[in-house]
């Protein structure tokens, strides 16, 4: 039923899911990433911490290549998807539809809930309705919303609270059968419940997906991350296993931010 | 702090006396016209035709005007607004482009009637006609619906935009599925502006529509559209007779422009619903 299980057995043989290498991004003359490498097996959770404008947004929308929408960004470097450049022959709605992304603000298009699930699959060119409500309502399950929007799929997304809304974003980019998902501080608008529920939720989906999970509470990052990225001024300053990180840091300037001496 | 607080009341106090003679004025006009017309005003007033003392013709005209004005020139000032704002990025070109652009919307709508007669009657060989007041009218509204779209592009959220390009669509899918839905409102009132401004105009209709008294069959006949009728009507006016014709017809006019704003709004609630839109 999940076609990525299929690619997952098939691509077995590539021993990283996703491999950054050498990954210079410049906004006109500002270099806003340096150098970083980066690897993320599969099923699992990569956290990214660090100060504000340290570069976490940039790098995770390098991944799924959003950062083409701004003209004065250049990036060089090799960023490597089962082993395929994503800037090289791939085709960037391809890419987007293999690696989604949930945002921090909740974006719920001005549609229902059942159309705002269905939306990525119809442009992919599904029309077939009765494919299309399994898809919903196995996103919708996944995305831990199912029992909550199952009698109001016609109703508008907008009347959703905010953690609902930011459920229904993980649906809908659970919906094109990611095997990526990138996550820019998914609970930064939500109140503790809500955020409760959504590292829940983050828990589950590893088993089907990788995520990436940008985040600046540190016991999000504790709680949810396999692994964990250290940003500072554009640079990766350590990346390595969660509690690792977390407890005994090999850079001082790790130990320093998690301490909160500053940032 | 008392002063404060005496300001922000004298504020308040302003801007609700302004509102209320807003209200005000538009009240009295309304009133003014449809008692005006009482007496010249009825349903068969409207609906006979022009040998009968009616003004049918008139109005089959002006909807006529309206209707073909408005289509042909949504569809291309949607689609320059579309490209000005997703496309072309700013390059010199585009900037002229709206220099050009914003230019036209200040030419005074003689110059397009001029401009029309030449073009669309004479050159085009449509002759005085529906088709070519058509013409030359969308024209002239063009630019009001480029800008107005434009803004209403431009209000849309980038993060809609993100959120469709991040499950893989293409650019124009997300335009069209995304953005173009989200600035609804903001076009229909482009279009309802544009309507209004169509049904206003007098000289350039005159000049590329004609006067003919008959209800036009075809778009591609002579007509009078209810604004030159009324004006011809208090020109020649003598007696009070005369003028509770021109009311008749100047309270007509306020129907139909109503009429049409209220199905426009219909059509785009309607639309809305069947996107699941909440309102
Ligand atoms: N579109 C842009 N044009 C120019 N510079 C940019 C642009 N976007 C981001 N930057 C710069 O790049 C750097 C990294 O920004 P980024 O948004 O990736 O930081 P961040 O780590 O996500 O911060 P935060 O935690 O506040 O979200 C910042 O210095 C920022 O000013
Ligand atoms: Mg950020």
New interface residues.
């Given amino acids: 039923m999940n076609p990525n299980g299929q690619n997952a057995e098939t691509r077995d043989g590539c021993a990283a899911k996703l491999d950054v290498c050498g990954l210079d991004l410049y906004y006109a003359d500002f270099q806003a990433l340096k150098n970083i490498d980066f690897r993320l097996a599969r099923h699992e959770v990569a956290a990214l911490i660090g100060p504000s404008g340290c570069g976490k947004s940039t790098f995770i929308r390098v991944l ?1 290549r ?1 950062n083409d ?1 701004i ?1 004065s960004c250049r990036v060089s470097g090799k960023v490597m998807l089962d082993g395929e450049d994503i800037y090289g022959a791939m085709d960037v ?6 690696v ?2 949930v ?1 921090q ?1 909740p ?9 705002n699930v269905a ?2 699959k119809r ?2 060119g599904l029309r077939d309705k009765r494919q299309l409500a399994e898809v919903v309502e196995v996103s919708l399950t996944k995305a831990a919303l199912w029992d909550e929007v199952k009698d109001r799929l ?6 959703l609270s905010g953690g609902q809304q930011q459920r229904l ?1 993980i649906a ?2 659970i919906a ?1 059968q990611p095997e990526i998902i990138l996550m820019d501080e998914p609970t930064s608008a939500l109140d503790p419940i809500a955020t409760g529920r959504i590292e829940e939720l983050i828990g589950e989906l590893k088993k089907d997906y990788s995520i990436i999970i940008v985040t600046h509470a540190m016991h999000q990052a504790s709680r949810v991350s396999d692994r964990t990225a250290f940003f500072l001024l554009g640079e990766l300053i350590e990346f390595g296993d969660t509690r690792e990180v977390f407890t005994n840091p090999v850079d001082k300037r790790t130990e320093d931010y998690i301490s909160g001496r500053f940032g | 702090m008392k002063k404060r607080v005496f300001l922000d009341g004298l504020l308040y106090g302003i801007m609700a006396l302004s509102l209320c003679g807003v209200i005000a004025v538009l009240g009295y006009i309304l009133v003014y016209i449809f008692r005006q017309a009482a007496g010249s005003l009825s349903f068969g007033f409207i609906f006979r035709s022009a040998r009968e003392g009616g003004i049918l013709p008139m109005v089959v005209t002006t909807l006529y005007v309206v209707v073909v004005s408005i289509a042909i020139s949504l569809p291309v000032g949607i689609g320059t607004a579309v490209f000005l704002t997703e496309y072309s ?1 700013n390059s010199s070109l585009v900037r002229i482009l709206r220099v050009a652009i914003e230019t036209l919307a200040g030419i005074p709508s003689i110059i397009y009637g001029l401009f029309g007669l030449l073009m669309f009657c004479r050159f085009l060989g449509f002759g005085q006609s529906i088709i070519a007041g058509a013409f030359t009218l969308s024209i002239m509204i063009l630019p009001v619906i480029i800008r107005t779209t434009e803004e209403a592009l431009k209000s849309v ?1 980038v ?12 650019k124009s ?1 997300t335009i069209f ?2 953005v173009l ?2 600035a609804l409102g903001g076009i229909v009132t482009s279009a309802i502006l544009a309507i209004g401004r169509v049904v206003g105009e007098s000289a350039p209709v005159l000049l590329t529509v004609g006067l003919s008294r008959n209800i036009p069959r075809t778009v591609f006949e002579s007509g009078r559209t209810l604004t030159i009728h009324l004006y011809y009507l208090t020109n020649e006016a003598v007696n009070p007779d005369d003028f509770g014709i021109a009311f008749a017809t100047a309270g007509t006019l306020v129907m139909v422009v109503v009429a049409i704003n209220t199905l426009t709004k219909i059509l785009t609630r309607k639309f809305k619903n069947s ?4 309102s």
């Fill in positions: 799924n959003m929408l003209p709605t391809e890419l987007r539809s293999r989604g992304m945002f603000k974006n719920p298009f001005a549609m229902s809930v059942f159309d939306y990525g442009m992919r016609k109703k508008s997304a907008l009347s974003c809908r980019s094109m | 990025g959220p993060s809609f935009r993100e959120g469709s390009l991040s499950l893989g669509t293409t899918q599925h995304v839905p989200s996107q699941g839109d909440a």
